[in-house]
């Protein structure tokens, strides 16, 4: 069974300054990951996603996670943050070979100040 | 489309009573799923189907009942709601059970157990 650990349950940081959410995960079996962003009062949406390929993915609205099979992490970054980033989010890993239901960690509150 | 669709949006239950919280998805997606998430627990899976008449057991299933008769519709039924089933409960669907098919969800709803 594979596992998800997001390190901080919530991260306060300022508009334009860069954010990193940590996220590491456990599995026996080659994984695929992924990050999804939950605005307040709504469902959650897929922001990125792992499969194979190059390690380092990027999503449309300037987040970007590498991952790192070694350290078993997939932490996502910003280099620079707005206010509209405010939300919380979930990272989350399926393993191959399996029945690909994704495991999600508990969720990091990224609020940002003005 | 009107994606994934969940009603009612908030609901309060008096303790024994039970009710349905529907779901429906209109993209023709074989996988549905149905998740609670609790504060600082992230999203934990009660039940999912991979198909209409095939449903299947989550981490949490204890107190919860599903069906599913056609392709759009997936509802939960509590059989008599406890204040542990306080929480906010989220469907979700995709195309079909791999990984590289995105997981989409619907708005929520709330519910609170008295």
């Known amino acids: 069974a594979q596992s998800v650990t997001q390190l901080d349950s919530q991260v306060p940081v300022f508009e334009e300054a860069p954010v990193e959410l940590r996220c590491n995960y456990s599995?026996?079996?080659?994984?695929?990951l992924f990050w999804y962003v939950q605005y307040p009062n709504q469902g959650l949406q897929l922001l990125l996603k792992?499969?194979?390929?190059?390690?380092l993915v990027e999503s449309i609205n300037g987040f970007e996670a590498e991952f790192n099979k070694s350290q078993t992490s997939f932490h996502l970054r910003k280099p620079s943050v707005h206010i509209s980033d405010t939300a919380e989010y979930f990272c989350a890993v399926s393993a191959s070979g399996g029945s690909y239901i994704p495991t999600f960690g508990r969720g990091t509150s990224l609020i940002v100040h003005p | 489309n009107a994606g994934v669709t969940q009603t009612p949006k908030f609901q309060v239950l008096k303790t024994g009573q039970s009710m349905t919280l529907q779901c429906a998805q209109d993209?023709?997606?074989?996988?549905m799923s149905w998740y609670r998430q609790d504060p600082g627990m992230g999203l934990r899976l009660i039940h999912y189907s991979v198909g209409a008449g095939i449903t299947d057991q989550g981490e949490v299933p204890n107190g919860y009942n599903v069906s599913r008769s056609t392709t759009e519709d997936f509802p939960l039924r509590l059989l008599s709601a406890a204040p542990s089933q306080t929480s906010v409960y989220f469907c979700?669907?995709?195309?079909?059970?791999?990984?590289?098919?995105?997981?989409?969800f619907g708005p929520g709803t709330r519910l609170t157990v008295t």
């Open positions: 993209m023709n997606h074989e996988y």
């Open positions: 792992y499969l194979s390929g190059s390690t």
């Open positions: 599995s026996s079996v080659s994984v695929y």
């Open positions: 979700a669907s995709r195309l079909q059970l791999g990984p590289s098919y995105e997981q989409y």
